[in-house]
């Protein structure tokens, strides 16, 4: 099994402000996802963290909008930039063994 | 591509079943999952299946994967009104990531 641990749990963040998510893993993992929930939404893949590479993005995804760290096999950060009020969602890091696990996620509200 | 269907909502009597469907299109899954999320709270885990099943029971809940079709189910027995949440259905598609269908909103009534 794994446990994540995800911080902020949730902000309040100023238009054009960027904030960094961390995400901090209990064991060594090869790749670690991060998700978008949007309102009333599912779940969408943003990009995949390897590392030692450079994250593989999603459609729709960019990475000057979420750069993405991943130093090294236990930790990565998502970076949202230039935030916007459609940025406002919840946010989730993930890593799959067998099961998939995830962190609790954080909760950004753009105003 | 990777894609995950689901009917949006479901309504149920209290004690009674509630049957959960879902439709994949990738057919190298090798994992397919069901998480429950409450009301402003994070992703519940409730079981998974691996793709060389077609059965798994824990508990209240019984999933069904129809490998040919596409299809998975999550069956809950005896639903109670603390069931009430969306349930969503997910696949682990290529390099791990997990594709994830919309949701379905279960409402239980008395």
């Known amino acids: 099994s794994a446990v994540i641990s995800q911080k902020p749990s949730r902000d309040i963040c100023q238009r054009g402000t960027s904030l960094t998510i961390q995400c901090q893993v209990d064991?060594?993992?090869?790749?670690m996802f991060w998700y978008r929930q949007q309102p009333g939404q599912s779940l969408t893949l943003i990009a995949t963290a390897n590392q030692g590479s450079e994250a593989t993005y999603e459609s729709g995804f960019v990475i000057d909008k979420f750069p993405i760290s991943r130093p090294n096999l236990t930790f990565s950060t998502l970076t949202v930039s230039n935030m916007s009020p459609e940025d406002s969602s919840i946010y989730l890091c993930?890593?799959?063994?067998?099961?998939?696990?995830f962190g609790q996620g954080t909760r950004l509200t753009v105003v | 591509g990777e894609d995950v269907e689901q009917s949006l909502f479901l309504s149920v009597r209290e004690g009674d079943s509630s049957v959960i469907n879902c439709t994949y299109t990738?057919?190298?899954?090798?994992?397919l999952y069901w998480y429950k999320q409450e009301p402003g709270a994070g992703l519940q885990l409730l079981t998974y299946?691996?793709?060389?099943?077609d059965m798994k029971q824990d508990q209240r809940l019984t999933v069904l994967l129809n490998k040919k079709d596409k299809h998975l189910s999550l069956r809950i027995a005896d639903t109670q009104t603390g069931d009430s949440a969306i349930y969503f259905c997910?696949?682990?598609?290529?390099?791990?990531?997990?594709?994830f269908g919309a949701g379905t909103r279960l409402a239980v009534h008395p």
């Open positions: 064991s060594q993992v090869t790749m």
């Open positions: 993930s890593v799959v063994i067998t099961e998939a696990f």
């Open positions: 990738d057919s190298s899954s090798t994992y």
């Open positions: 997910a696949e682990k598609g290529g390099y791990n990531k997990l594709i």
């Open positions: 299946i691996f793709s060389n099943m």
